[in-house]
């Protein structure tokens, strides 16, 4: 039984400064964010605006200028590199506009990837791929490699490879950005029976239709958050 | 384990994927580790296994070299290494405590007769204690007893293996044979175990007997000495101890020891020579070089794909993959292809030794300490694991550290197709190809340096037309020539018989002709009437050759000043002796030499003295020594020899002359053997055949630097074009023209080439100077090498640098404008 009243995400007055050539460019301003337990949170906004900045903080695949970030009851803001390596690697699951599946592993080594890095035995690993491709609907494919598959296909791979280690949360990147309306719907349809099975899901999306398959949405321009909704159709 | 596993795999996926730059890179490496692994099998033979015994570790020997004096009297080249005085050899005996036994040992030459055809042997006379003290048992029979040293019960010989089975067919029941040693019966007593010829190239070994007079003699230099050091007496206690001993000689006995240093040494060094050593440290370093050139190359490749799979990379770390665990799967990668590189390297360097193997003419073969050793063996596997690792290790550590500290945010963000460009990929890939060009030049500097001074070493001779000249050797047996008028007939009926064959236009004679026994030198102390050594102990050396007076016709050695010898100098005349211009000019500076009386050994010595009567042109008669080396000339009718070399001057090939000049010498003493029947540009061929080696191994290495390193070149270059195929895209699209685009690129190709050629050229200027000491014809300041060369590399690179610049000057804009 998860709490789902507990914070799982809470961040304080989090900025970003890029520098570049002596030019400070700041991505990110003043935000403040906390995402409970169980909860499907869209991060909109135009381009430009710092959303997927925003994203790669919460992953822990960059780091705040400044702020506290805590994730699930760890201050996770100036962790060194092993340490936010290892808690990517164990609490957090990516999906990424891109797909960004290894074109040189099959669907199978791709999935079992966060596990090998875990130190998961194989057996264990053979089960919770297995699993996971299920869940996804692509068990059939595992000796395929990306290329001989549908960019839908792969999302849903790269989705599969997200959820195999049971993180704690999902963080996806434009997840349908590079898919046509139809696989779009799949994978949105996908993430959200994912969060109605209890996943705590933040997605980054420029595209309003896929943003009300959130609960909240985060409205970001010029690196601060203007804007918070809640949708009342979420679930349904 | 098992996770490497998994990498081991990923990784001949890879290789397999990536199958043009796979074989780039294994072929690089199978060049640069081939090479290495031959070179050190050759190091390992020369170096470590000079000697046919086990345990040589605490064998020592002790030699003597000159000190340089006042007198002019100094060593020649860089082995100068004598032997020492048998009362010397006795002394030590005596008096050292460091070594628990002294063993002696002396060339010689034999004749064996009797039993079979007459045959000239390699013969070593050693003391009893010789075998015993190396620990070399015989294969058959026994070694010999010390009541054998006694002159006059020294008729005991012990055969090679070798000479058994070529002589007696291996025959078993050898032992009860009596063989005929230079006209006088020895007993058969043992057979050595096959391999064994130590002291290089020892055929047969009979016992060192000294007599009376001879074990009181200090000035006579024939005896090489061993000792073995006592157990927990280290090398320089052992040296400590004999060098005092001997300074305490010098002191008692200056006429004779004071000039005299003693060099103790390790066996083995002893054995090798310095020579030896330094072109062994030599090919090491260069094939080093190309290693770390084929590095180069190999780590510019796994750039390039490093920067192809920024984004397997990102995802990876993203996932929880730790940048060690990146860097641990690319130098996996990178340590696969190298062991692919060194098997291909075994079967390079298998085929290299080979070649080394075949083209080494036996004669040489068998005064080459270790060369019979030099094989694939289990240490040069082992090596070429060793360093098959290295280089996966070196060629892959800065790729894969580089490869894994990009950006994952950013990688990710742009959609898995690679990450912007790295200032760091681009400036370390400059630095590899600089580093390529400035080893690739020092090596080609070296080789072209090498492979000129060898040319050189055979011009030097062209003046007297080796190519038409036979030589051969005899060496009269003292029982049937003791007498110098037998010899002289002999001597003078041997030049007219030879002199009249049809088709010989001279017949002559010297003791030594240049470049004998591999170019070794055999000089004598000699004395000048009336000019007194001022520094006791000191020495004038110079060679002394016993000729025949037509001698400096048939070899083109013009006259100076004064007079050839000639046909009247004979036995009632008075001594007459031509000497050098080099010794002219050392030993009588400022001063006319003709008239001049000189004498082979001490003044106070026995003999007459000889009148210089003129001054002849200096023959160079070693590749070691670069300086002319004092020579004096002394007719055969005034000192018959016994040990001679015929020369013949043939209308065309010498070769066909060997059998008529064999019957002619057979028609006079049946039972005389003739050996080192060889064309005269054989015998200098054969005697600069280490360096000859050594030259050509530099040029093939050079070749292949300069093409590994015009392939790093072209690789980078062609990287650098496909990077950059936007921006020539924007160039193009705002005017620039196909001579822009060209010039651009080849700009920077050609920055690194220069950066590459200033950073060589110091080093290779050093190299050089390093090689003119060793080498004759060397000069450090070589025009042809250092403008030469560097300007071969740079058009090399330059075409290496043109091939990618004219493929980014014809891109279609459009196409380039849309490339990612």
């Not at chain 2, 080609?444 to 036979?470: D, E, H, I, R, W």
């Amino acid at each position: 039984m998860t709490d789902a009243t507990a914070t799982l995400i809470k961040m304080e007055g989090v900025k970003k400064v890029f520098l570049t050539d002596e030019v400070e460019t700041h991505a990110l301003s003043e935000i403040h964010l906390e995402i409970k337990k169980g909860q499907y949170i869209s991060i909109a906004g135009p381009s430009g605006c710092g959303k997927s900045t925003l994203l790669s903080i919460l992953g822990l695949l960059d780091s705040p200028t400044g702020g506290s970030y805590t994730l699930n009851g760890q201050s996770v803001a100036n962790l060194s590199i092993s340490e936010r390596t290892r808690i990517r690697n164990r609490e957090i699951g990516f999906i990424f506009q891109a797909f960004n599946l290894i074109g040189d592993l099959t669907v199978y080594e791709n999935v079992e990837l966060p596990l090998t890095y875990r130190g998961t035995s194989a057996a264990e690993r053979k089960q919770k791929v297995q699993h996971a491709l299920e869940r996804v609907g692509m068990a059939h494919r595992l000796r395929h490699y990306p290329s001989q598959l549908s960019g839908g296909q792969q999302q849903r791979v790269a989705v599969a490879r997200a959820l195999v280690g049971d993180p704690l949360i999902l963080m996806a990147d434009e997840p349908t950005g590079n898919l046509d309306s139809k696989n779009g719907e799949a994978v949105m349809e996908l993430l959200r029976d994912l969060h109605r099975n209890g996943a705590t899901v933040c997605m980054v999306t420029h595209d309003q239709r896929y943003a009300n398959f959130a609960e909240r949405t985060i409205h970001l321009f010029d690196g601060r958050i203007v804007e918070e909704t809640q949708e009342a159709h979420v679930g349904a | 384990m098992e996770t490497i596993w998994q990498d081991v795999r990923f990784g001949v996926r890879m290789l397999i994927k990536h199958r043009i730059a796979t074989i780039v890179c294994v072929v690089a490496l199978g060049l640069g580790i081939g090479a290495n692994t031959a070179i050190f099998s050759l190091a390992e033979a020369f170096l470590l296994h000079p000697v046919p015994f086990e345990n040589s570790d605490r064998i020592v020997a002790l030699v003597d070299s000159h000190v340089a004096s006042q007198d002019g009297g100094a060593g020649f080249g860089p082995q100068d290494l004598n032997a020492v005085a048998p009362a010397t050899y006795l002394d030590w005996k005596k008096e050292a405590h460091s070594f628990d036994d002294l063993a002696a040992y002396a060339w010689d030459e034999v004749n064996l007769t009797g039993d079979r055809e007459a045959q000239k042997v390699q013969d070593f006379k050693v003391t009893a204690n010789f075998f015993p003290m190396i620990g070399v048992q015989p294969l058959l029979g026994r070694t010999f007893l010390p009541e054998e040293e006694e002159p006059g019960r020294n008729q005991e010989i012990i055969l090679s293996y070798g000479l058994w089975e070529q002589r007696y067919a291996s025959d078993p029941n050898v032992l009860k044979r009596v063989m005929k040693v230079d006209g006088r019966s020895f007993n058969i007593v043992g057979v050595m175990k096959k391999g064994f010829d130590f002291p290089m190239p020892a055929e047969a070994w009979i016992p060192l007997a000294l007599d009376v007079k001879e074990r009181l003699r200090r000035d006579n230099r024939w005896l090489w000495v061993l000792g073995r050091l006592r157990p927990g007496v280290t090398l320089a206690e052992g040296a400590a101890e004999m060098q005092a001993i001997s300074e305490r000689q010098a002191e008692i006995y200056p006429d004779t020891n004071k000039a005299w240093r003693l060099q103790p040494q390790p066996l083995r060094q002893f054995i090798t020579g310095t020579l030896t050593r330094q072109y062994t440290v030599l090919l090491m370093v260069a094939v080093g070089f190309v290693l770390l050139i084929a590095c180069a190359d190999v780590a510019n490749v796994q750039f390039a794909r490093v920067t192809g799979r920024t984004s397997e990379f990102a995802v990876r770390t993203a996932l929880g993959g730790s940048r060690w665990r990146v860097v641990r799967q690319l130098l996996i990668e990178s340590i696969m292809l190298s062991l692919v590189g060194a098997a291909l390297g075994l079967f390079l360097a298998q085929w290299d030794i080979q070649m080394i193997l075949a083209h080494m003419p036996p004669d040489v073969a068998r005064f080459v300490a270790g060369w019979k050793t030099i094989r694939l063996d289990s240490n040069a596997f082992l090596f070429a694991l060793v360093i098959a690792v290295f280089s996966g290790v070196i060629s892959g550590i800065a790729p894969s550290l580089v490869g894994s500290r990009a950006s994952i945010a950013e990688t990710l963000k742009e959609g898995g197709r690679g990450s912007s460009v790295s200032r760091t990929r681009h400036r370390l890939r400059g630095a590899l190809v600089v580093a390529e060009v400035a080893l690739a030049l020092v090596l080609l500097v070296g080789a072209g340096l090498l492979v000129k001074g060898f040319q050189g070493l055979l011009n030097v001779n062209g003046s007297y037309a080796p190519q038409t000249l036979l030589t051969l050797n005899y060496s009269l047996p003292e029982v049937q020539y003791a007498q110098a008028a037998a010899r002289l007939n002999f001597s003078e009926q041997i030049m007219r018989r030879l002199g009249s064959v049809s088709g010989v236009q001279a017949a002559s004679m010297v003791t030594h002709v240049p470049y004998a026994d591999g170019g070794g030198i055999n000089d004598r102390e000699f004395s000048i009437e009336g000019h007194p050594l001022t520094q006791r102990g000191a020495a004038r050396t110079a060679i002394v050759e016993t000729v025949a007076p037509n001698y400096f016709n048939t070899l083109n050695i013009a006259l100076r000043d004064g007079r050839l010898l000639s046909d009247s100098d004979g036995a009632e005349s008075p001594q007459a002796a031509v000497i050098s211009e080099s010794l002219a000019r050392r030993y009588f500076s400022g001063e006319n030499p003709l008239g001049r009386h000189i004498k082979t050994g001490k003044a106070e010595a026995e003999g007459k003295w000889m009148t210089v009567v003129g001054v002849v042109n200096d023959v160079r008669y070693s590749w070691i020594v670069k300086d002319d080396i004092p020579t004096i000339y002394r007719s055969f009718r005034q000192a018959p020899p016994f040990y001679t070399t015929v020369v013949l001057r043939t209308a065309g090939d010498p070769l066909k002359f060997v059998s008529a000049a064999r019957a002619e010498i057979a028609a006079m003493d049946a039972n005389l053997p003739l050996y080192n029947i060889k064309p005269m540009d054989k015998v200098i061929t054969e005697s600069i055949v280490g360096i000859a080696y050594v030259a050509t191994m530099m040029a093939v290495l050079g070749a292949i630097a300069l093409t590994l390193a015009s392939v790093g070149v072209f690789g980078v270059m062609s990287y650098s074009v496909s990077e950059r195929t936007h921006e020539i895209g924007i160039r193009m699209s705002m005017g620039a023209q196909t001579g822009n685009v060209l010039s651009l690129v080849l700009r920077s190709g050609m920055l690194l080439t220069v950066l590459g050629l200033a950073i060589g050229l110091p080093v290779a200027f050093l190299l050089a100077r390093a090689l003119s000491s060793l080498l004759y014809g060397v000069q450090a300041a070589d025009p042809a090498a250092f403008i030469g060369l560097p300007l071969l590399l740079f058009a090399v690179a330059g075409i290496a640098c043109y091939l990618p610049a004219r493929r980014a000057a014809h891109l279609d804009p459009l196409q380039a404008l849309r490339h990612d």
